[in-house]
């Protein structure tokens, strides 16, 4: 079970950019424009908690962002690669779903349940790794989940035949 202030991972820092200590971010977004508002609280993994300053689109669908933390050029070089966490209580402001809120969901196809308990971020079509209650695992496209809130009644998915032998 998740808490409100369980970390959920929103991507990585892809690059330094420019002088003054911004970052492009690629982030994992399934719904909404992908950016930060100004204020909401990031933590970088192995560096620690961040306040957005700002942040823009960036070319290949990432991000450029800034934060008050860091102000240098080498500071935010040694930030590649290090992940890009927001509480899950603060995910409401980020004005986009981000592809790893769907762990955890319950989804059901034909009266049976399955959980979902990883992502894939392939590009064009990201996979959601469900569990049934057998305990075995399986890719479903994003594509075929229905819209919808994450916190309320399971979506419901018809799942093609043989996609639970994968």
Known sequence: MTSAHDPLYL????????????FVARVFA??????????????LAGFGDVTVAGSRPAEGGCIRVSVGEIGTRTVAEELRGREILV???????????????????????????????DVDPIPGNPLLIVEGADGRRFPIPLAMVPEGPLDGPAPEVVLPAGLEDL
């Open 87 to 117: 509480e899950r209580s603060s995910a409401g402001e980020l004005g986009f779903v981000p592809l790893h809120a769907y762990v955890g969901v319950e989804l059901r196809s034909g009266g049976r349940s399955f959980r979902v308990t």
């Open 30 to 43: 399934v719904r909404g424009e992908p950016g930060f508002p100004r204020g909401i609280r990031l933590r």
């Open 11 to 22: 991507g990585f820092v892809e690059k330094a950019h420019g002088l003054r200590g911004e």
